[in-house]
T-cell receptor, first 117, second 110 residues
Framework: DAMVIQNPRYQVTQFGKPVTLSCSQTLNHNVMYWYQQKSSQAPKLLFHYYDKDFNNEADTPDNFQSRRPNTSFCFLDIRSPGLGDAAMYLC????????????????FGDGTRLSIL | KNEVEQSPQNLTAQEGEFITINCSYSVGISALHWLQQHPGGGIVSLFMLSSGKKKHGRLIATINIQEKHSSLHITASHPRDSAVYICAVSGYNQGGKLIFGQGTELSVKP
């Protein structure tokens, strides 16, 4: 089945130690999103790729970076994780072109829960 | 005031009951999304609608564009429906960016 896969499901890292979360998709969607979701809160968009174009949210800390080497893969890099970065990280994809922007469903992965020691 | 407001925030129902979750928004939208999230899990897209009504199994979603209001109904609720239900809108001219409501936590008791 076509899907959005996030690895790993659970990630533990040390305070200040760089960590990378990965997302892959078999849907051939052109848009990929990264969200941060803290306990009992709504997801918060960090950034997204529209094709190869990177779009950062204004309030996303510089500590968070992303790479999209090809259509199928997208990575979230946290350069120096702090305790406040412990959260669920969700990847989502959609197929959107031109006037379709915002009119297509997003397909979410199961998320990676990040813990900071 | 949040751009997307849901009510109620928490809901407990008995198995078999008819459930309604409401969503109001204050921005121009391209589409409204209803999402489901089980505890500790990822998010599943239930509906995306920009007008009228959609039905999938026991779930029904309606939207009134003029009133900027949407409802999600669950008929014959079941304990497996227990989850957080999130209303989100794609803001007009905001690309695909979703603006989320705070979610409604539903618990269906057997």
């Amino acid at each position: 089945d076509a899907m959005v896969i996030q690895n790993p499901r659970y990630q533990v890292t040390q305070f200040g130690k760089p960590v990378t979360l990965s997302c892959s998709q078999t849907l051939n969607h052109n848009v990929m999103y990264w969200y941060q979701q803290k306990s009992s809160q709504a997801p918060k968009l960090l950034f997204h790729y529209y094709d190869k174009d990177f779009n950062n949210e204004a309030d996303t800390p510089d500590n968070f970076q992303s790479r999209r080497p090809n259509t199928s893969f997208c990575f979230l890099d946290i350069r120096s994780p702090g305790l406040g970065d412990a959260a669920m990280y969700l990847c989502a994809t959609s197929r959107e072109w031109g006037s379709d922007r915002g009119r297509k469903p997003q397909h979410f992965g199961d998320g990676t829960r990040l813990s900071i020691l | 005031k949040n751009e997307v407001e849901q009510s109620p925030q928490n809901l407990t129902a008995q198995e078999g009951e008819f459930i309604t979750i409401n969503c109001s928004y204050s921005v121009g939208i391209s589409a409204l999304h209803w999402l489901q999230q089980h505890p500790g899990g990822g998010i599943v897209s239930l509906f995306m609608l920009s007008s009228g009504k959609k039905k999938h199994g026991r779930l029904i979603a309606t939207i009134n564009i003029q009133e900027k209001h949407s409802s999600l109904h669950i008929t014959a609720s079941h304990p497996r429906d227990s989850a957080v239900y999130i209303c989100a809108v794609s803001g007009y001219n905001q690309g695909g960016k979703l603006i989320f409501g705070q979610g409604t936590e539903l618990s269906v008791k057997p």
